[in-house]
Structures are given as structure tokens and as C-alpha cells.
């Protein structure tokens, strides 16, 4: 299926009210091919090693906090979504998207396990040191249709993530007719599960866990959120986007 047809085919799965995510309805091929998306669209269980150095978003978010966050929080993620998948006959040569959309099938480690493992994925690589603080394009377009303007989208986007009582994320996320949303949700969920009250998906999501920000913010999660704009990859929120 190319990428219109299967826009398409997501559109059209939306509007009869099948739940289907994106990545439910793409063969492994794909995946597994040279000339693919894997990067910007499917994950795979292995962690990918990051593009920067722990230090390069200082001081938004400083070393110690990406070192700990990426090579002990994340890498275990990774390493319980894998042994899950071994447990539970999960084949993990295919993108972990294809486990997310059917989330309620598996155990309770696979649910925190793949979610964690997914969501810190796409969150290491919407990061930059160069931000360019907003998006073009496209991307800049749609957001000023769906939230009135980028400020208004801020806005919503950071409540969200300041009012996800615990720990969470906050996402913005499109859904079938690549319309775009803001949600939250709770522990390692994300937006792509079946179980989730908001489903779509994500292009931006942050972690707003304490382990994210409390050796350098503490109970500042606000303070977190407001600087975190600031490394934003837009390019990168933008291909993802363009890829849908
Ligand atoms: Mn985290």
C-alpha cells in the first residue's frame, strides 16, 4: 500500500469507525526495507543511540538528567519490552506500533514496557540543540487551522502536560483525517494504544515524569515545560507529519 492509498484507507478506516492505527495497517515490509520511514514513522524494539551528546541540551535539560534518563530509565524499557515480547510471542523484527495498537491483548509489563520503550524513542529524537523555537511550513499551517495559532497551541499543549496528575505525557497527535490534537496520558500510554481515551498519532510527546526533569527543576514541572520549547526539533515533528 503506498502512502496515499493507506491515508486513504486510515481516512476511510476512521470515518466507519474501525479503530486502526497507522502502523497496524503497514506490512513489516515496509519496516524492514532500505527505502523506508523507519525512523520517522515505526520503532523498533532495539534502542537507537541518541544523535547528540548528553550535555548538548544544556542547560534546558542538563547532563546528568539525559544520562540517567537515556542509558538506565529508557534502556529498561527497552530491555523489559523485549523480554515481554519473548514471554508473550511477539516478533520483534516488526515495528513496536503493531503491539501498541493492540496493547489490551498483552500483559501489564508489556503495556508500561513497549509504551515506555516507544514513547522515550520518539522523545530523543524531537529534541535538537539548535531549536528553531516554532514550525514552518505545512506543520505551521495546520497547527494555526486546528488551534486558532501556534501561542494558542502552546498553551493547550503545556496545560496538558502541567495538569497530568503523577506521571505522564503530554502528546500532540493527529488522527485519521490528520486532523491535530493535545492529549495526555497517564504512566507509559500513548496515544496509538487501543486503550487510549484520545487515540491517534503522536508527532511530539513529552515526558513529564519526575525522573525527566527533577535533578534540575525539582517540583518546577512549569519551569521544565516553559524551557522545553526551546529545544523542540521542529524539522523533525514536521517530516513526521508529512509522512502521515
Ligand atoms: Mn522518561
Known sequence: ???????????????????LSAASVVPASIFAGSNHQAGLLFTSFDQSPLAYAYNALEPVIDAMTMEIHYSKHAAA????????????????????????A??????????????????????????????????????AAAIDK?????EAFKTKFSDAAK????SGWAWLMVDGDKKLLTASTPNQDNP??????TKG???????????AYYLHYQ???????????KVVNWDFVQQRFDAL
Open 1 to 19: 500500500m503506498n502512502k496515499i492509498n493507506r491515508r486513504k484507507f486510515i481516512a476511510n478506516t476512521a470515518k466507519t469507525g474501525i479503530a
Open 77 to 100: 524499557y527497552a530491555k523489559n519490552a523485549k523480554e515481554a515480547a519473548l514471554a508473550e510471542h511477539v516478533d520483534t523484527s516488526k515495528p513496536i506500533e503493531n503491539v501498541l
Open 102 to 139: 493492540s496493547v489490551s491483548k498483552y500483559s501489564t509489563k508489556m503495556r508500561n514496557n513497549a509504551g515506555g520503550h516507544y514513547n522515550h524513542e520518539l522523545f530523543w529524537k524531537t529534541f535538537t540543540p539548535n531549536g528553531a523555537g516554532k514550525p514552518s511550513g505545512k506543520l
Open 146 to 150: 486546528d488551534f486558532g495559532s501556534f
Open 163 to 166: 495538569t497530568r496528575f503523577g
Open 192 to 197: 496509538l494504544m487501543d486503550i487510549a481515551e
Open 201 to 211: 498519532t503522536p508527532l511530539l510527546g513529552l515526558d513529564v515524569w519526575e525522573h
Open 219 to 229: 517540583n518546577r514541572r512549569p519551569e521544565y515545560i516553559e524551557n522545553w520549547w
